[in-house]
């Protein structure tokens, strides 16, 4: 309990810092490269609109959570709100790998060896996720697509059918106008 207490603290000092330096993290040198203004207008978007779930999801990720926690500070998310999502996204993970530490701690080199392929699969399983999303979205936009040319190309129930004129019959060539005779003069 002490350990999760101790994570969860940790990761709002990390929020509370993004807090704090809020301008200074997209004008310290180096982080201001990577933080473009058009991608800061995108990250604080994206943090209104999904900022839980980027929160839960970066929680369990190695390499992003500090720096994703840095940023929900400075992206004007609740501090309530990041603390729920990041507690209630600890509350297994926290105490789970405590206990593995302790019961692996004499067979540092086993656990290791565990962690490495559970990373695997986990980076397979998010690949395989990840692809089956993408696919999704890209049959759901060409069937909006489709949709959308037979729109044009139907006519909708209130329209009528347009139909191109048709053309109106020249009368007969009498036989006084057929060519080649002279008309007498009037």
């Not at 207490?5 to 509370?16: A, E, H, N, Q, S």
């Amino acid at each position: 309990m002490v350990g999760y207490v101790g994570v969860v603290i940790g990761d709002l000092l990390i929020f509370r810092v993004g807090r704090r330096l809020k301008e200074g993290v997209y004008t310290h040198p180096r982080l201001g490269k990577l933080l473009t203004p058009k991608r800061r207008v995108w990250i604080e978007t994206h943090f209104r609109k999904r900022g839980t779930l980027t929160v839960v999801i970066a929680r369990h990720c190695a390499g992003l959570r500090a720096p994703t926690f840095l940023v929900a500070g400075t992206s004007d998310m609740p501090t309530w709100k990041f603390l729920l999502a990041d507690a209630f996204s600890s509350i297994l993970t926290v105490p789970a790998v405590t206990y593995l530490g302790y019961f692996f701690a004499d067979n540092l080199d086993q656990a290791r060896r565990h962690v490495h392929r559970i990373e695997l699969w986990a980076v397979g399983a998010f690949a395989v996720v990840g692809l089956a999303i993408y696919i999704y979205h890209r049959v759901q936009r060409r069937r909006s697509e489709c949709a959308a040319a037979s729109d044009k190309a139907a006519p909708t129930l209130g329209q009528s059918i347009r139909r191109p004129p048709t053309p109106t019959p020249k009368p007969a060539i009498s036989g006084s106008e057929l060519p080649g005779k002279i008309q007498p003069p009037s």
